[in-house]
């Protein structure tokens, strides 16, 4: 059997707005699809999906994304502006740097650095 991951399907309360937070963060055009679900293709991974849901976020996610990026502090700043929070400061071990973030409904993600 051979399977690959096809897509990462994120619940949310607003698909629309929070599929235009990431495709402005990670590239990509946003799509908004019947039955209140988005997706952005960014270039060189896999679909992001979102998917409406009644219920808020109430915890920390069982798995987030890890985003590599050249530099923390510049990609903070621009997630920053697109309406993200930093959670915690950017912590550097012997394997690189991250910073912990959430999205607009609290999703938590890294910006990962070596």
């Known amino acids: 059997m051979h399977a690959r991951v ?8 607003d698909p629309q ?3 235009r937070f990431w495709a402005a963060l990670l590239g990509g055009d946003p799509v908004d699809r019947a039955r ?3 997706h952005v293709e960014p270039p060189g991974t896999v679909r992001l999906a979102f998917q409406r849901v009644p219920e808020d976020k109430a915890v920390k996610n069982r798995l987030h994304l890890d985003i590599e990026v050249d530099a923390i502090e510049p990609a ?3 997630a920053l502006r697109l309406g ?3 959670i915690g400061e950017t912590v550097t071990d012997d394997q690189g740097s991250f910073q912990v973030m959430a999205d607009p409904e609290g999703n938590e993600f890294c910006f990962v650095c070596d």
């Open 6 to 13: 096809k897509q990462i399907v994120v619940d949310c309360r």
């Open 84 to 86: 993200a929070t930093r």
């Open 36 to 38: 209140g679900w988005s």
């Open 17 to 19: 707005s929070l599929v």
């Open 76 to 78: 903070t700043t621009h």
